[in-house]
């Protein structure tokens, strides 16, 4: 048994691995493509996954941002608020307030936001605990306007020691459940 050890953790690593090709058919059905792997060298975690919205990109650009809802949306967010906000509108400074696990701290992290209005949303940790983050919210227009195709990219390590295959393990549970409720929350504001 203790031979098979490295396989199970690989399995729980690796994970289901999606190519270009395999996207396109997932997200018309419906589904939430996820790539997720881990970087034992950088002890970080990295994540891509896309999802087809049936509402047009202002409002998923609007439901994305909206600290209101973080909570609703995003599995962990207990907190969001926005600490600053440049004068042109196309970048701010917003906190969050994470707890992952019950026996898990809680987490609180700053991060610059960089917005290309109904385009794209980048981010990068620059406080707070989590230290090492960077992300790409992208949004497609789609069916002439009235879809959008979002597709978030992160990687990021974590600000405690966990164990590689729980981290790879914890981005393949809460990506799709955050992009699945960020749906849910369109559909209901369009």
Known sequence: MRRLLPFFLWLAVA????????????LRAGDIPIEARTDAPGHRGMVKAAVDIPAPVAVVW???????RAARMTPGVKACRVISRAPDGRSELREHL???GFFLPTVR???????DPNRTIRFTCVGGDIR?????WTLQ????GAAT?????????????????????LMRRDVPDA????????EAAG
């Not at 195709?149 to 600000?159: C, I, K």
């Open 15 to 26: 994970g289901p691995a999606w190519s270009a090709s395999d996207w396109s058919d997932s």
């Open 62 to 68: 609007r439901t994305i941002l909206d600290c209101e």
């Open 98 to 100: 994470v707890k992952w």
């Open 109 to 115: 992290s700053t991060s610059r936001v960089d917005l």
């Open 132 to 136: 090492a983050c960077e992300g790409t």
């Open 141 to 144: 227009p789609l069916n002439g």
């Open 149 to 169: 195709r979002v597709t978030y990219e992160l990687w990021a390590s974590p600000p405690f020691a966990l164990p590689l295959a729980l981290l790879g393990g």
């Open 179 to 186: 992009l699945r409720a960020l749906r849910r929350e369109c």
